[in-house]
């Protein structure tokens, strides 16, 4: 790490602060139009802030309790892609409405068939004058049932090499002949859906990109990370950290245990690496240098990372852990814990596997060769890799 943080009267942190003392409780338009959303986007939707300025962004409004809209899918995948590659009315159309929380966005890019392997998408896309008609089926949809629109990814040449074929579009999720069918994960919520598509029609105009371009923007969707000094909670930032873990032992009395404060101890070393393998990601941005395969690193250590916190946590919950929720008694409350139990084998799961992240790692890092290559397509792992 070799960046100083900006001193306290740094002037763009003046400016914030002024922001915030005329708008104390900001609506999630006032934050979009003000740049803050998404500080690091162009305006008007945000302020070009390089990566120390958003990093102040971020610190000013955390210290005045400020949240963002939370529209992940919209504001971290769709809106990066359609300013990369979107039309001037796409983006005129979608952007602060994205940013601002008031429509939310969903991804329709896995399939049956199609995740790690997702140029191998069996969706269709035909042309029909002005439109698209569109037949298929998406999984592991999250909010689909919330959202407004979706960023779709479908083969609308389905004569060439499997990643040459494919167009990306934005698919209104109100559309005719879409059905959204609910998947009950096994923490007993509803996140996911399967999406199935009938004969749905989609406007040219909501085409992002070239005909047959979509592989490449979709590598521009998955490639998106904002530069951000917290990392949060150990489940893909939501949830409970190792630190919340050390905690609760310290406040219920200590650890007695050798090999669970072993534990502990390993806990808190994978942890701090996490945050230092964070800085110095941070440190290449400031530089100016494009993620590279750390990113597949860091990913696969704070995947398992924190899959081992919940085990731990479970495992120092003893019989109470059996239980959803118990506050009774004195003993603590484990409603956090169990859920994040009970989620954690996601994490090495969603956005890329983590045996796909250890093939970039082993391809790009060790110089190994390079995955078995199916009918000369491509993987997700080559999206993955920018
Ligand atoms: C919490 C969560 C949210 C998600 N949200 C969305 C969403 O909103 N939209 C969306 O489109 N998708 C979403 N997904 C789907 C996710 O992207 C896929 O689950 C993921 O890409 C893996 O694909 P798959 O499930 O088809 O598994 P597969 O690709 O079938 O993999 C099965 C197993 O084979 C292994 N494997 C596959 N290929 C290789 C290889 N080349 N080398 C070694 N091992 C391999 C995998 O690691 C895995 O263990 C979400 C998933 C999760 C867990």
């Known amino acids: 790490m070799d960046f100083d943080f900006p001193p306290h009267d740094d002037p763009r942190r003046l400016v914030v602060r002024a922001w915030l ?10 934050l979009a139009e003000a740049g803050y959303v998404a500080p690091h986007w162009p305006a008007p939707w945000g302020l070009d802030a390089d990566p120390i300025h958003q990093i102040i962004v971020d610190e000013e409004l955390a210290a005045a309790g400020v949240k963002r809209p939370s529209n992940q899918i919209g504001i971290g995948w769709a809106g990066p892609t359609i300013l990369h590659a979107g039309t001037q009315e796409q983006k005129e159309r979608y952007l602060f409405p994205l940013l601002a929380g008031e429509e939310i966005w969903c991804q329709l890019f896995s399939e049956p068939g199609a995740g790690s392997d997702l140029a191998n998408l069996g969706t269709r896309a035909v042309r029909d004058g002005d439109e698209w008609v569109v037949n298929g089926q998406k999984i592991w949809t999250s909010l689909a049932h919330h959202s407004a629109f979706g960023i779709l990814i479908a083969r609308t040449d389905p004569d060439v090499a499997k990643h040459q074929g494919i167009t990306y579009f934005i698919c ?8 959204i069918r609910p998947i009950i994960e096994m923490t007993g919520g509803h996140t996911f859906n399967e999406v199935f598509l009938t004969d749905v029609r989609i406007p040219d105009a909501n085409r992002v990109g070239d005909v047959h371009g ?22 893909w930032g939501m949830g409970p950290a190792a630190s919340d873990l050390l905690d609760e032992v310290r406040g219920g009395g200590g650890c007695d245990d050798p090999v669970r404060r072993d534990h502990l101890a390993q806990l808190h070393i994978e942890a701090e690496l ?33 899959q081992r916190i919940m085990e731990l946590a479970k495992d120092l919950a003893g019989p109470h852990g059996m239980l959803e929720h118990q506050r009774a008694g004195g003993a603590p409350d484990l409603w956090g814990w169990h859920w994040g139990y009970l989620f954690s084998p996601a994490l090495t799961v969603g956005g890329g596997t983590g045996d796909v992240q250890r093939n970039i790692v082993a391809e790009r890092v060790l110089g190994l060769p390079h995955d078995i290559d199916v009918e000369a397509g491509r993987s997700w792992a080559d999206a993955r890799r920018g």
């Open 274 to 306: 996490l945050r230092l393998i964070r800085l110095r990601t941070v440190t290449a941005r400031i530089r100016g240098e494009q993620p590279g395969p750390e990113a597949s690193i860091r990913k696969i250590l704070a995947d398992e990372h924190g």
């Open 172 to 179: 209104p999720m109100d559309a005719e002949g879409i059905e």
């Open 21 to 30: 003392a005329e708008h104390p409780e900001p609506t999630g338009r006032a």
């Open 214 to 235: 979509g592989w490449s923007l979709a590598k521009v969707t998955l490639g998106n990370e904002r530069v951000s000094l917290s990392s949060g909670g150990a489940l």
